[in-house]
């Protein structure tokens, strides 16, 4: 059975800093990886998309990775700002099959 | 955003009693899929549809029912409300190419007593 697991569940960084989400997956026959944005009391928004052939993606300050062989992928977001701050969750989706599997999501708090 | 509603976005039911939530797509999608998410659990997959009276069940499926008449509407309806089934529930739509990815309503806040 397929789980997800996002480390840290929370991070506290300041405004101007780099920084990693660390999304793992524990079966490597994935067809997708997604990266989605949480704000609080609001549904979800995609951000990046990664194909399982693919290596990476990048949109404006945000570059995700993916490493299917050791089970990862990563989230890099530049030069954080406050605006950053909401809860960032990773879900794959298996071989096609139209479902989404989730992690619990990591926190975000961009201080100014 | 994409336009998806979902209905209502807040309720509060006794245990026991059926509830219906509803979730209305104006985007024509094909797919169309419920969640609930608790804290610590992320999101987890109910029920979904891949067209018209086409459904399937989710990971935590037991205790729900869905139903899909047309292609805008899909119903998540508690047959017997519990407290464990406190929770957030989002609706989410997707087209289904290489490409696409999810698109989520703004969610309902439901509270069984």
């Known amino acids: 059975k397929q789980e997800v697991t996002q480390i840290p569940a929370a991070l506290s960084v300041p405004e101007g800093e780099n920084l990693v989400l660390n999304c793992s997956f524990t079966d490597s026959a994935i067809y997708n990886l997604q990266w989605f944005r949480q704000d609080p009391g609001k549904g979800l928004t995609s951000l990046l998309l990664?194909?399982?052939?693919?290596r990476e993606q990048t949109s404006g300050r945000l570059n995700a990775s993916l490493d299917k062989s050791s089970g990862r992928s990563t989230l890099y977001i530049a030069a954080s700002q406050p605006g950053d701050s909401a809860t960032y969750l990773c879900?794959?989706?298996?071989?096609?099959?139209?479902?989404?599997?989730f992690g619990s999501g990591t926190r975000l708090l961009v201080r100014p | 955003d994409a336009g998806i509603t979902q209905s209502p976005r807040h309720k509060v039911t006794e245990t026991g009693t059926p509830v219906t939530l509803r979730c209305h797509q104006t985007e024509n999608h094909r797919y169309m899929y419920w969640y609930r998410q608790d804290p610590g659990h992320g999101l987890r997959l109910i029920h979904y549809?891949?067209?018209?009276?086409?459904?399937d069940k989710g990971e935590v499926s037991d205790g729900y029912s869905v139903s899909r008449s047309k292609t805008e509407d899909f119903l998540l309806t508690l047959e017997s409300a519990t407290s464990s089934q406190t929770s957030v529930y989002f609706c989410?739509?997707?087209?289904?190419?290489?490409?696409?990815?999810?698109?989520f309503g703004p969610g309902t806040r439901l509270t069984v007593l």
């Open positions: 989410a739509i997707s087209e289904r190419s290489e490409t696409d990815t999810q698109y």
């Open positions: 549809s891949y067209g018209v009276k086409d459904t």
């Open positions: 879900a794959v989706e298996m071989d096609s099959s139209y479902k989404l599997i």
């Open positions: 990664i194909q399982s052939s693919q």
